[in-house]
């Protein structure tokens, strides 16, 4: 696809880049998507950052608030981060669609996986922020995430924790936070144990292009 950017330019108008793109996706109708809203949720933390966290899309608290990652999934991933000590603004967070996928059940809407044509619409905006922000590290978070970045065969419960080259970044994806929640008794011990080697794993990518900077 072309891109939405000039090749040209750095970080001194990345912030101006990442603007506009909001401001494009907060009007969009590309999809049916945007019949629903409350709010659109473009994306928030440090564009200047090497690590990028993608998800899948929002759901009712990122719709409510307009930012991602909130309630109880967001919390369990601020955990997450700072058990490497990282945090929101260390990083840049942001979804493969920028609005809720949801269907109306049983009088209230309830959460669905965003279908593909929803996915492509919103593709344009998601590369407009990897050509703005450039990140030397991405961390696709979920199975559908997975499939959108890496690749369409992605399998997350084998796949995981292996790094791919996308975008000219080192990438992996581990369990959503959601997931992680939806487990009990010894599977949530599990899959904890799987999210802290993965997480380990990409700090320490984190680390070196922090160092290469400094």
């Known amino acids: 696809m072309d891109s939405l950017f000039d090749a040209e330019g750095g970080a001194e108008n990345r912030g101006e880049r990442l603007a506009e793109l909001s401001r494009q996706v907060a009007v969009c109708t590309k999809c049916d998507l945007s019949l629903n809203r409350t709010n659109t949720v473009f994306g928030t933390g440090d564009p200047s950052s090497p690590l990028m966290l993608i998800g899948e899309g929002p759901g009712e608290n990122e719709d409510a608030s307009g930012l991602p990652f909130v309630g109880r999934a967001g919390k369990l991933l601020d955990d997450i981060l700072a058990a490497v000590d990282l945090d929101r603004d260390m990083v840049y967070i942001t979804n493969v669609v920028k609005c809720r996928a949801a269907n ?23 590369q407009g922020q990897l050509e703005a922000i450039k990140p030397e590290i991405i961390l696709c978070l ?55 080697r993965d997480i380990q794993e990409v700090y320490k990518e984190y680390q070196k292009a922090m160092e290469k900077r400094n």
């Not at 997350?156 to 369990?175: L, N």
């Open 104 to 126: 109306r059940e049983g009088g209230r809407m309830k959460n669905r996986p965003p279908t593909a044509a929803e996915a492509n619409a919103c593709d344009p905006y998601l």
């Open 142 to 196: 979920g199975g559908p995430a997975s499939k959108s970045i890496i690749n369409k065969n992605f399998r997350i419960t084998k796949d995981r924790g292996e790094w791919h080259e996308v975008y000219g970044a080192k990438t992996m994806a581990t369990f959503h936070p959601a997931y992680v929640l939806r487990q009990h008794g010894e599977d949530l011990q599990k899959t904890k144990r799987l999210v802290w």
